[in-house]
């Protein structure tokens, strides 16, 4: 049987989604997004992919974000995109944010990685024409470079945005000082940097103390939070053993062994809170992340579409009393 055209949902902006000022930008972001970095490459089922896709807009997510080497295949999961925005997506263009980076290794040779101008103009060149787009809306730089000149890396970032091939641009985990020189390059070249992508969650709380934050709310830039869920720890996915098909079972960036017994009794204690909540521990997660307003939006990754309605069911509450936030600091420090 041939699949129905895809037709999006007339209640998409009435199913529960809310939506954050990305620093001191215009632009409104989702405060949850989706990211493709995992169960959406060549290796994965297209059909799978494709409901979750079409799942995720249904409920509201607007923000799908993407990167030249997600598959595996690299390249594969913006070819999915791209089969998706070709056969499904296409008339709701405008109704999206569709970001992708470069920075990592793409393609043998001396400019298919890092941050020179070569690379990343030749990147996007390749993601647009993945995901059949003429733009993407967020273009990143997806690390730090230290062997580029920050000018050279963030030059490439501005004329990306003249040329029209990026409507905005961000930097991820860049550390604090070559932030704030980010910020401030981007700035007096008016085209401001809109947002930070950096890991974040309740188990890893790096951003905090380096000041990422503080410093990207100080400086009117968005955050966005990625590996909200710590790759699947914080939800109960491993909280009865290593499921076959989980993101721990395939080994590659999250091992088996790390799930180990201490590791079990800190979820099962975050798990209990949760439950108090009336929330899964995925819900609570996330509702962490999301109390705070300097984080704009969560990108969150998904295996299937119950995982992808459980976390959005995460924004029904967001508050936190004063004891529950410190038990969860003593279950996270002890
Ligand atoms: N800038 C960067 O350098 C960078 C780095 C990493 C990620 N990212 C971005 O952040 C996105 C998210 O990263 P991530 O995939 O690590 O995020 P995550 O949300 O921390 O983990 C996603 C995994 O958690 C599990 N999960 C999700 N919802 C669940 C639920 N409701 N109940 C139980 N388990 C659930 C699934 O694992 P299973 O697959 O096992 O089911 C899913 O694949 C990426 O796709 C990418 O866009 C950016």
């Known amino acids: 049987m041939i699949n129905p055209p895809y037709y999006a949902s007339d209640s998409r902006y009435d199913a529960g989604m809310k939506y954050e ?26 059909a799978r992919s494709r409901d979750m896709l079409h799942f995720a807009f249904d409920h509201g997510i ?6 030249n080497n997600y598959g595996p295949s690299y390249g594969s999961a913006e070819e999915t995109f791209g089969q998706i925005m070709k056969k499904s997506f296409a008339p709701y263009r405008d109704e999206m944010v569709i970001t992708t980076k470069a920075g990592y290794d793409m393609w043998p040779g001396p400019y298919g990685d890092r941050g020179s101008r070569k690379y990343l ?108 869920l710590e790759q699947g720890i914080l939800t109960d996915r491993y909280l009865h053993g290593v499921p076959e098909g989980s993101r721990a079972s395939i080994g590659k960036f999250l091992k088996a062994d790390s799930i180990t017994p201490a590791l079990v009794e800190k979820i099962t204690r975050l798990n209990a809170i949760a439950q108090r909540r009336g929330q899964t521990l995925a819900e609570m997660s996330l509702a962490w992340l999301l109390k705070d307003s300097r984080v704009t939006s969560v990108i969150v990754g998904s295996s299937s579409t119950a995982q992808l309605a459980d976390t959005i069911r995460c924004l029904d509450n967001l508050n936190f009393t004063p004891h529950e936030l410190a038990e969860i600091d003593i279950v996270m420090f002890s």
């Open 21 to 46: 000022r990305c620093g001191r930008s215009g632009l409104l972001l989702p405060r949850i997004s989706l990211g493709l970095w995992h169960n959406f490459g060549d290796v994965d089922t297209l």
């Open 62 to 67: 607007t923000c799908f974000d993407l990167a």
């Open 121 to 228: 103009f030749a990147s996007l060149h390749q993601s647009l024409r993945r995901m059949n787009l003429e733009y993407v809306d967020i273009f990143y730089s997806h690390r730090f470079d230290p062997d580029t000149p920050m000018e050279e890396t963030l030059q490439a970032l501005v004329d990306i945005v003249r040329q029209g091939k990026a409507l905005y641009v961000g930097i991820s985990k860049w550390p604090a000082e070559a932030s704030q020189f980010a910020y401030d390059y981007l700035a007096g070249r008016d085209v401001p940097c809109l947002i930070y992508q950096g890991r974040y969650n309740m188990m890893d709380r790096e951003v905090e103390k380096s000041g990422i934050l503080e410093q990207a709310a100080r400086c009117g830039v968005g955050f966005t939070a990625f590996s909200p």
